[in-house]
């Protein structure tokens, strides 16, 4: 990453302003010369010497008295500031921050330990931040102007990226990358406190006798983390497809195939969608299907699969309790327009099982707070039966105390868990 003042030192002869000129220029003739498939993969060696050469054509023109080891220090610089993404780059390695946002070119929030903080890096300037952003989403086909002022896609690395610009954002570009921690399996989850070993063990039984799972939760709430980890326990043998938009997901499984919804190019055509993944999911014989998150009518796709012998199957969806997370998924399956509305509750009940609700804590810490089961319909109301819920002691040192506790009703998929050849060890302690 370049640092300015180290680079103004090499030579009086360039300021401050002939610096953002030539990153401008270089910046320009990248992207108008490196195929765009190729935008994505600048730490490849070669690619980063295709752009080193075209950083020099830039200095060299704009630059022709300049000393020859001034120029060659300016190259170097700026190949590694269009290499990576300018200022975020330091942010992006640290593997103790999970959100970046971008509030202003010059004001940078960051996330650690499940709290915002204030960043001391910063954009030089709203173009700057601008070129950083034409970087990130060039590999994605997609425009980000004023007649395009929203655009989301993910990083290499697989960082969510959600970028916004004026006009609707009033006060200048923003941009939120959501990062998420790799390998965290169910037995972490534990040393943080999400879950206890007990409740590990009962879901781990859901799992393997092929329940179906909804894993419910607010923004942030750890709902894809979860999802992973209850990865690990899908029988080897199974073949699972994953469908997101984008992809999040990374299973601690061997069989996986991996699809990703499209937007519309910059033509307004090419967008391939949730609904349209699932149903060909459907017929790339998949044993479980997991849908990253369920938002719209693919719901209604979900639910068919899960009606056609995809038992295991699971998704995630935003709701603030297990109840919540039902009627959010029967208006979902509404919306599709395919069935009745009278009929979409007895629908969405036969197809799921278990409902997992997450929340992020008033400490910032992220905890299973509920476990529901589903055990039918009455009067067009999905009905759950609570099984474990998390009981706050105390709070000490802003810290919560709490622990799960069962609630003592029947589980009434214990008889399909053992049919399935599945030990059950139940929810108390």
């Not at 022709?64 to 990576?84: C, D, H, M």
């Not at 061997?254 to 055509?269: C, I, S, T």
């Not at 009518?297 to 199957?313: D, F, I, P, R, V």
Request: charged fraction near 30%; include cysteine; aromatic fraction near 4%.
């Amino acid at each position: 990453m370049v640092d300015l003042a180290e680079a103004q030192a090499v030579s009086a002869e360039v300021t401050k302003e002939q610096w953002h000129e030539l990153l401008g220029k270089a910046q320009r003739k990248i992207m108008d010369n490196i195929p765009r498939e190729n935008l994505g993969k600048y730490t490849d060696p070669k690619i980063k010497e295709d752009v080193k050469r075209y950083v020099l054509m830039v200095v060299e023109n704009s630059l022709p008295g300049t000393a020859y080891q001034v120029k060659q220090s300016l190259v170097e610089r700026l190949t590694n500031e269009i290499n990576g993404y300018g200022p975020l780059e330091q942010l992006l390695t640290d593997e103790d921050i999970t959100e970046i946002i971008v509030q202003k070119h010059d004001d940078i929030l960051i996330e650690k330990d499940g709290a915002l903080k204030e960043s001391n890096t910063k954009f030089d300037s709203e173009e700057h931040l601008r070129l950083v952003i034409d970087r990130i989403i060039a590999p994605l086909g997609r425009q980000f102007n004023s007649a395009s002022p929203t655009v989301d896609g993910r990083l290499p690395d697989g960082s969510r990226v959600c970028a916004v610009a004026p006009p609707i954002a009033v006060e200048g570009t923003t941009i939120t990358i959501r990062k998420f921690k790799k390998g965290v399996r169910m037995n972490t989850l534990v040393e943080w406190g999400a879950i206890d070993n007990r409740i590990l063990e009962a879901l781990k039984a859901c799992v393997q006798a092929r329940l179906s799972i909804v894993v419910s939760g607010g923004t942030g709430s750890g709902k894809t983390t979860f999802l992973n980890a209850l990865s690990e326990y899908i029988s080897k043998d199974l073949s699972i497809i994953t469908i997101e938009n984008p992809v999040e997901m990374q299973l601690f499984h061997d069989k996986v195939r991996q699809f990703e919804a499209r937007p519309e190019n910059l033509e307004g055509k090419g967008e391939i969608s949730m609904m349209h993944l699932v149903i060909t999911a459907l017929r790339s014989r998949p044993d479980i299907i997991m849908v990253g998150e369920v938002r719209s009518k693919e719901a209604y796709a979900l639910m068919q699969a899960l009606n056609t012998g995809h038992n295991g199957s699971m998704t995630t969806l935003h709701a603030d309790t297990a109840r919540d997370a039902m009627k959010r998924l029967v208006s979902m399956v509404v919306s599709a327009n395919e069935l009745p509305k009278e009929l979409v509750p007895e629908y969405v009940a036969s197809s799921v099982d278990i409902i997992v609700q997450l929340q992020r804590m008033p400490d910032k810490s992220r905890k299973l707070t509920e476990i529901h089961e589903v055990i039918g319909e009455k009067d067009g109301k999905i009905l759950t039966n609570p099984l474990v819920e998390y009981k706050i002691e105390s709070v000490e040192n802003g810290k919560l105390q709490g622990h799960w506790e069962a609630t003592g009703n029947e589980f009434t998929r214990l008889k399909q868990i053992k049919d399935a050849g599945v030990d059950f060890p139940g929810w108390e302690k």
